[in-house]
């Protein structure tokens, strides 16, 4: 029998070989997580100067309520699924608290103090020399298009306007049935045919279906129980018109018209008033009011049957404010479904960079109030910021972002150096994970027209509230290990505190620029209303 003789393992060749193996795997894992960014670090970011540009402002949509941020309730599915698969930043902040401050800080890149257009009311005029965003990618060769209401709080005629080719004009979502993609559709469209026509279009749609009153009607509810107080949640309560309503109205403009402020009425209104006064019965009067769109007698209606019936004292009633809100963006999920639907039919997701984001969040007495007065607690400032990018997939990204930066960022994405004077940065290189990508070290909000005026400012880790009047600190909270902000720490933390301090009055003294124009409020808004209008930054 012929006896093999034992071959000793190679130790050499086996560790090599172990060393190849062990590589391989790990060179594809790393592929695999970073694949798509290899060529990005070599060759540098792709432009996307052919893209179509769809931006979404869903007014009042916290993050702090959508699952995809932590929240309980799984009120967003295709909302958040859709980040999931896309771009989705993790830490993004409003400028304030309030739509038109907010909104202005988008479309300029410019923080509140600096734009100066941060009352519904008060007719100021953005400074015209500063290109909105829409007039910088109008320059470009953009067909811009604007889809959505004309509202104080969002005005067509102070400033955002400028630049837009076509203005699509939708009821104020204030409803329980708004159908909103009926009216996205004819902004869609454009975006459809100007693409197949070789044209970009960059396409602007803002909503406020998600504002109060929450009107979510007497479908079957996901989170709310049965009605709970006596509140509207149809559109059908919220516009039941009685005597005492009627007399408020009639009274609030009687006064106004007898101390001899008609400055500011329409014809419109004062026939209205005219035709009231001269009714002869309830009936009738109550046809002639609805026959008027006006601001007061919305204002009437509101006040009467949402607000005054409200207890935001009773726990319970906050909670039942909360479920209905999340109802409102569950249902408004469902409408982003049908968004992502038909951008995916029509080819325009792979034409296109799309953002969803917010103007501003929403409280419920977390800190002692509910909707979104004048605080800068994080509660009335977390807002998404959900980005989806032809050459991108699956990217989160958990660095501070600010909605000042949107601006720049789209022109960095296609390939367009941003003015010199904005505020925010462009995040483009951070988004394809480029080495050295700028970032933002601090997120600042404002509301420079409280008494006092306040800013916050935030790494991250801390955050500082401020009375900017004399530039002292109101209070710090370590947001690690008091997410909620409810312990104030700046007597304990003097450093940081002065830290913070510096850092905002270095920033903000960068730049100071000023509205164009600025008046006074309406002479028919009187002392107690503007005080109101300045608090609560609607009615």
């Known amino acids: ?86 771009v989705f930043f993790s830490h993004s902040y409003s400028q304030g608290p309030q739509t038109t401050s907010s909104t202005f800080s988008l479309f300029t890149s410019l923080y509140p103090v600096n734009h100066g257009i941060n009352i519904p009311y008060e007719k100021s005029i953005l400074n015209d020399k500063y290109l909105t965003l829409t007039q910088a990618l109008k320059a470009q060769g953009y067909n811009t298009i604007y889809v959505g209401p004309s509202i104080p709080q969002v005005p067509l005629d102070r400033g955002i306007e ?46 406020d279906y998600l504002h109060d009153p929450y009107l979510v009607g007497n479908k079957k509810l996901l989170y709310a129980s049965n009605r709970y107080s006596n509140f509207a949640i149809t559109d059908k309560e919220l516009n039941t018109l009685t005597p005492e309503i009627l007399n408020y109205y009639l009274t609030s403009v009687s006064e106004r018209i007898n101390g001899g402020t008609k400055e500011g009425y329409t014809s419109g209104d004062l026939n209205l008033y005219k035709q009231l006064k001269e009714a002869k019965n309830f009936d009738q009067a109550k046809k002639i009011f609805f026959s008027y769109p006006t601001i007061e007698r919305n204002h009437a209606l509101l006040y009467f049957n949402y607000y005054l019936r409200i207890n935001p004292k009773d726990n319970n009633v906050v909670k039942y404010l909360a479920a209905l809100y999340d109802e409102k963006i569950n249902m408004f999920d469902k409408d982003m479904g049908s968004f992502f639907k038909y ?66 960022t789209l022109l960095g994405l296609i390939g367009v150096e941003k003015p010199s004077y904005l505020q925010g940065i462009d995040l483009s290189d951070l988004i394809y994970g480029l080495p050295d990508a700028k970032k933002e070290n601090y997120v600042i909000s404002q509301i ?29 909270f370590n947001l690690v290990t008091d997410a909620k902000e409810q312990k104030n720490v700046a007597d304990n933390n003097p450093e940081i505190t002065d830290r913070l301090l510096q850092e905002l009055d270095k920033i903000m003294n960068n730049k100071n620029t000023k509205p164009i124009k600025k008046f006074n409020f309406p002479d028919w808004i009187n002392d107690e209303e503007r005080r109101k209008i300045i608090k609560e930054g609607y009615f």
């Open 1 to 86: 029998m012929k006896i093999f003789p034992r071959v000793r393992p190679n130790l050499r060749t086996f560790f090599v070989t172990s060393g190849l193996i062990i590589s391989g795997i790990i060179l594809f894992a790393l592929l695999k997580i970073y694949g798509q960014f290899l060529v990005f670090w070599i060759f540098g970011k792709p432009k996307c100067d052919k893209c179509n540009i769809i931006v979404i402002e869903a007014d009042v949509l916290g993050s702090n309520h959508l699952p995809c941020y932590g929240y309980y309730r799984n009120t967003a599915p295709n909302l958040c699924t859709f980040a999931k698969e896309n």
């Open 448 to 476: 420079p027209y409280a008494d006092p005026p306040l800013a916050s400012i935030s790494d991250g880790q801390w955050k500082l509230i401020v009375n900017t009047k004399i530039n002292k600190a109101i209070s710090l």
């Open 343 to 408: 951008l995916g039919e029509n080819d325009l997701k792979r034409k296109s960079i799309f953002i969803l984001t917010s103007a501003h969040a929403e409280e419920f007495m977390e800190h002692g109030d509910w909707g979104h007065k004048n605080k800068l607690f994080n509660t009335n400032l977390t807002i998404p910021f959900i980005m989806s990018i032809p050459t991108i997939s699956n990217r989160h990204i958990n660095d501070l972002i600010q909605n000042i930066d949107l601006y720049p």
């Open 162 to 207: 400028r630049g837009f080719d076509d203005i699509i004009i939708t009821p104020s979502n204030i409803s329980d049935n708004p159908d909103i993609m009926t009216w996205w559709k004819k902004g869609l469209q454009k975006v459809v045919e100007n693409t197949q026509n070789g044209k970009k279009t960059f396409l602007f749609i803002y909503t």
